[in-house]
């Protein structure tokens, strides 16, 4: 079975949220890149994500909405917290220890197939034999771009076998978040409330993680942290989340999903300008086919154009 065509009406109260969060994050990979330059991933992850709690407990206030929950508002948060705003972002930022962003966007773009079988097991939402062909093809490309890395050697295969394996640890974790927001647990929620205490939680979670595993909190004295980390926790988190979020619960995991299609292009565009990504046949053939098995598996679920 699958998804009947959005209305008129859906397309134009997701397209637009949808269009910024595709555009913001494209440009966060890159940035991410920066942040781990000097300080422990897991303290800018932390600090990226204190910079967002308060960015939207400020909103909160100015709109006078409520950061109040209940026991299972605050159950949601704390789920949302660990496996968004830990889990996904410290796997993330790991990764990119490794390879380049534009190749960790590329890879992330496959958190559609993860949210497409996680909504059928757990939202009911339908698959096709359509989607599972796209997104065979879809990992064919990925092994492609896998293959290249290992040959052109740079850091070492072990470098970036780890790369590509946090990568994915990323993406299952991100794909839990999503199914959680789409349940119908999490609609009953506030939205700002229930992402500006998970954020809390997460950079709190990130911090004691931080002081156990690395020690004292460091910071890089450059602006260029300074400015990437409020850009992150501001733009790329307090603005970027609630959107996509809100899409997710309109639409499902799956649909909200289409935009990491689009995502890996400019975000590779951005790789070859500012970290001399270099192509060849074979990685451009591995990230044409990707795509192209993600076009064929989100068209497999009746999208309306």
Do not use: C
């Amino acid at each position: 079975m699958s998804e009947a065509p959005l209305s008129p009406a859906t397309q134009a109260r997701v397209f637009l949220p949808l269009a910024v969060v595709t555009l913001v994050w494209s440009s966060t990979w890159l940035v991410i890149r920066d942040q781990i330059a000097l300080v422990p991933p897991t303290w800018s992850v932390a600090y990226r994500f204190a910079v967002g709690a308060m960015a939207m407990m400020a909103y909160a206030a100015v709109t006078k909405q409520t950061l109040r929950l209940t026991r299972e508002g605050w159950r949601m948060a704390i789920a949302v917290g660990i496996t968004q705003f830990v889990l996904n972002f410290n796997f993330v930022y790991r990764a990119e220890h490794y390879v380049t962003s534009g190749l960790v966007a590329v890879v992330f773009a496959l958190l559609v197939v993860p949210n497409a079988i996680l909504g059928r097991i757990f939202l009911g939402q339908g698959l096709s034999g359509r989607f599972v062909a796209g997104s065979v093809v879809a990992g064919l490309g990925i092994a492609m771009l896998f293959i290249h890395e290992l040959a052109a050697g740079g850091a070492g295969q072990a470098a970036v076998a780890a790369g590509i394996g946090f990568t994915l640890m990323a993406i299952m974790s991100a794909s839990t978040a999503n199914v959680l927001q789409a349940t119908e647990t999490a609609k009953r929620q506030p939205m700002v409330a229930v992402l500006a205490w998970a954020m809390a939680i997460g950079s709190g979670l990130n911090m004691l993680i931080a002081l156990a595993t690395v020690g004292p909190p460091t910071f890089d004295p450059r602006p260029a942290y300074a400015l990437g980390t409020l850009y992150l926790g501001v733009i790329g988190s307090a603005l970027t989340f609630p959107l996509y979020f809100g899409v997710v619960r309109a639409i499902g995991p799956a649909r909200a999903a289409y935009s990491s299609v689009v995502i890996p292009v400019l975000a590779m565009g951005l790789s070859t300008i500012f970290e001399g990504y270099r192509w060849s046949a074979l990685p451009a053939a591995g990230g044409l086919l990707t795509l192209a098995g993600l076009v064929i598996a989100l068209k497999a679920r009746s999208p309306a154009r």
